[in-house]
């Protein structure tokens, strides 16, 4: 039993509530007493229940009235009207509401004590009953408010209690399921196997509980899936039922098949993943199979990673080497020896810091005579490396094709702007040299013009021999380009016949020695047959250009020597100046056609007269040949087979 | 009239120049080298020069191009080249030497003399 016990004491004076207070101390020690000066304002401001309400009727007397007022302020509680004549009011005060009307003796007394425990006593009952009220009403909330639907069952199934959640979830009043036979609500699915765990259940002792799920059908007539705990409290006095806890799972059993196919058609698409990369791996295979390009991949590490079946074929021997987690410079030291690397070699080095950090490209070439490219790739995911190796003997074999081609290209283009020069060179001193002869055929004209009849008969006949020697001179020009064009053309016929060789050679020189009077031929013939089978015309004109050219390039000297004489089946003849000669680097170019050598600077000539020279002894199966020295002067020899039937 | 260096390689060219100007009152140097001509030019310091272009040895290119360059005295006798190169590339490259004429082969002689008259005069 408590013993506290909350006391207020309403009193008009202060003196007894003094001693009240010495009283309860006594008596009821422990027990809280506020005291309070009565006044309907201080009575509001109590804000807590007390147990009892001492209203004192002493010093200053109350009403019953005023009794009254404080007992229905405080219903609950035992309120004691303390006076000192309780006889007197007595009625009156507990007809205004009062509990027990006692003097302060009276409360001393072991009546007051025995008031004081029954008050406390019966305050105790109260808390207790509050307390089973509440719980009580707690547990009726948790019930009514639950989502858990709470079902009891009589042992023939029918409804005998169904919690408000029963009524929010189904859809269902109540009080219409009340009585009704729960199984009729199931869905016949699964109904015979309820109907058979209900008959279990029911033989269960009240501490085992079992696990049911079944259909019920909603008001709206869609069925739910109900997962139900049960409890056989049929022997339990205060509920005497089946107790059933229904779950609506429907939206977790929907979820857990949208798992359920969720996680199906995640399977599904793995292994088409896996179906994906294993088709993408074999097509990778194929590639790099069909690939012409030797393929080796290698970790940062240098440790290779792949090699394809390629490196079999490029490096036979090497093959087991050049294989996956094998260090990649180890590799490289039996490739170098399949591929004849030796260690002297300068490229072995170079190889070797290519190969320890592959970068760019590597061209080389093997002992056997293949060559190979490396073309190294960085992989930025993982930091490796891919070396491939292309065989590039062709493309090597095709670039020095190439170069050798096009060095034939410009050896030509060199060549061809050689003529077009030697061509405008050859033009010019064509205009030249038929501007020279004219120059002194039109001047003497306009002498004989102006002066004819002033001038004397050896003078004009003077005049008519300068004219005729430069008619002579152009004829031989154009004889020697018109030569030089039917030899281009093919079309220069050949016409032997015999002639004296001798006769031909002095005429020439007589002829030269009449334009030439400045210089002396020396002309010596011997041994030669007296006639000879030859081409008089092209004879002639091969003598004339040799011996003019004699005389051309000896400025300064005024000897030219022509010799012929017989040497074995040959008929040689040989002309010789001393002028200005010919550099000993010029001198294989002198039968080219339009070529001038360096010394004949300002002497005009066409650069046709030796080629055309050689062209026609050719066509007699002879030779001609020079030799020259600068400063001291030339000798062409040329060679004339004796005898007939050549042609 | 005046005193004339004939500079020309080819004799009966320039036998028949130096008939010609002799006739027309001239006097004649005649020079059948460059180098002969230029000695020539020198020593006897003529009125007026003829010369071929295009000669053996030393052309009639270098005989001008040696007056220009180391006798600049000489500068105001007039130089006539005779030439039988016709390309304009060739007269082209002499223009910097300033020669008084260039006449191309054959020569009309009326021209020639008339140049000279008034090439003379002034």
């Known amino acids: 039993m408590s013993q506290i016990l909350n006391s207020l004491v309403v009193a008009k004076g202060l003196e007894t509530q003094y001693a009240l207070e010495q009283i309860m101390e006594n008596n009821l020690a422990g027990h809280v007493l506020s005291l309070v000066t009565y006044t309907p304002d201080s009575l509001n401001k109590i804000d807590r229940t007390p147990d009892l309400v001492f209203i004192v009727n002493q010093e200053e007397a109350l009403t019953a009235d005023e009794v009254n007022r404080v007992t229905k302020m405080f219903p609950r509680c035992t ?72 079902i009891l069952l009589d042992t023939d199934g029918s409804i005998l209690y169904a919690s408000p959640a029963f009524g929010r979830q189904m859809g269902y009043e109540l009080w219409t399921v009340l009585g009704q036979d729960f199984f009729s609500f199931v869905h016949e699915e699964g109904l015979a196997q309820l109907q058979s765990g209900f008959r279990e259940l029911m033989m269960l002792p009240p501490t085992e509980s079992m696990s049911l799920e079944f259909l019920f059908r909603h008001r709206d007539g869609r069925f739910l899936t109900m997962e139900a705990t049960g409890s056989n409290l049929l022997r339990n006095q205060t509920v005497q039922a089946v107790v059933l806890h229904l779950r609506d799972v429907t939206g977790s059993k929907q979820s857990e098949v949208e798992l359920k196919i969720y996680r199906l058609h995640l399977e599904d698409l793995v292994a088409q993943r896996t179906r994906e990369a294993e088709e993408a791996n074999r097509r990778a295979d194929l590639v790099i199979a069909a690939s012409p390009d030797a393929l080796i991949a290698m970790d940062e590490k240098g440790v290779i990673t792949f090699a394809s079946r390629h490196y079999r074929t490029i490096y036979p021997a ?104 030697q061509q405008r060179t050859f033009v010019s001193m064509v205009s030249h040299e038929f501007r020279t002869p004219l120059t002194v055929i039109d001047g003497n004209a306009q002498i004989i013009h102006s002066r004819g009849d002033t001038i004397g008969k050896e003078a004009l006949q003077k005049r008519a021999v300068n004219i005729r020697s430069s008619v002579d001179r152009l004829v031989r020009l154009i004889e020697t380009i018109l030569s030089a064009h039917m030899l281009d053309v093919g079309k220069l016929v050949v016409e032997p016949k015999p002639c004296d060789l001798g006769k031909i050679i002095r005429d020439v020189c007589s002829e030269q020695q009449d334009i030439s009077p400045n210089h002396r031929l020396k002309v010596e013939v011997r041994g030669i047959p007296p006639a000879m089978v030859l081409d008089e015309k092209l004879i002639r004109q091969s003598l004339a250009n040799l011996v003019s050219n004699a005389v051309k390039y000896s400025p300064r000297s005024n000897t030219v020597e022509v010799s012929a004489f017989k040497e074995g089946n040959m008929a040689v003849i040989e002309v010789q100046d001393h002028g200005v000669g010919i550099p000993p680097d010029e001198i294989e170019h002198v039968f080219s056609k339009y070529f001038r050598a360096s010394t004949s600077s300002g002497i005009p000539g066409s650069g046709l007269g030796l080629s055309v020279v050689q062209h026609f ?18 000798v062409v020899t040329m060679s004339l087979p004796i005898g007939e039937g050549r042609f | 009239m005046a005193k004339i260096l004939l500079i020309e390689d080819e004799a009966p060219v320039r036998e028949m120049l130096l008939d010609e100007l002799t006739v027309q009152g001239h006097s ?62 060739d007269k082209a490259a002499v223009d910097h030497l300033k020669p008084a004429a260039y006449f191309e082969k054959p020569v009309d002689f009326k021209a020639l003399s008339d140049k000279i008259k008034g090439l003379i005069k002034s």
């Open chain 1, 617 to 634: 002894v050719e066509l007699h199966h002879g030779t001609v040949a020079l030799r020259s020295k600068v400063g001291i002067g030339t």
């Open chain 1, 79 to 150: 309120s004691v009207v303390l006076d000192d004549d309780p006889e007197r009011q007595r009625d009156a005060f507990i007809k205004a509401g009062a509990d027990e009307v006692m003097s302060l003796a009276d409360l001393r007394s072991p009546l007051g004590r025995h008031m004081l425990e029954k008050i406390i006593a019966f305050r105790d009952l109260a808390a207790a009953e509050a307390r089973v009220e509440a719980s009580e009403e707690r547990f009726r909330g948790i019930i009514e408010h639950s989502n858990d639907i709470i």
């Open chain 1, 318 to 421: 090497s093959a087991q080497v050049v294989s996956e987690g094998n260090d990649v410079m180890e590799a490289f030291e039996v490739v170098t020896k399949e591929v004849g690397l030796s260690h002297d070699d300068e490229r072995y080095a170079d190889m070797r810091a290519w190969w320890q950090k592959p970068k760019g490209y590597k061209e080389f070439k093997m002992a056997n005579g293949t060559w190979v490219r490396l073309q190294a790739r960085r992989i930025p995911e993982t930091n490796g490396i891919v070396v491939s190796t292309t065989n590039i003997t062709d493309y090597k074999r095709q670039q020095a094709l190439l170069a050798a081609q096009s060095e034939e290209l410009e050896v030509a283009l060199a060549k061809e702007k050689t003529i077009v020069e």
């Open chain 2, 28 to 89: 004649v140097i005649e020079a059948s080298t460059g180098e002969e001509g230029l000695e020539k030019f020198l020593e006897a310091e003529p009125d007026l020069v003829v010369c071929d272009r295009a000669m053996p040895g030393m052309s009639g290119y270098e005989v001008l191009e040696r007056i220009r360059g180391a006798h600049p005295q000489y500068e105001d006798i007039p130089f006539i080249f005779l030439t039988a190169l016709t390309d304009p590339r």
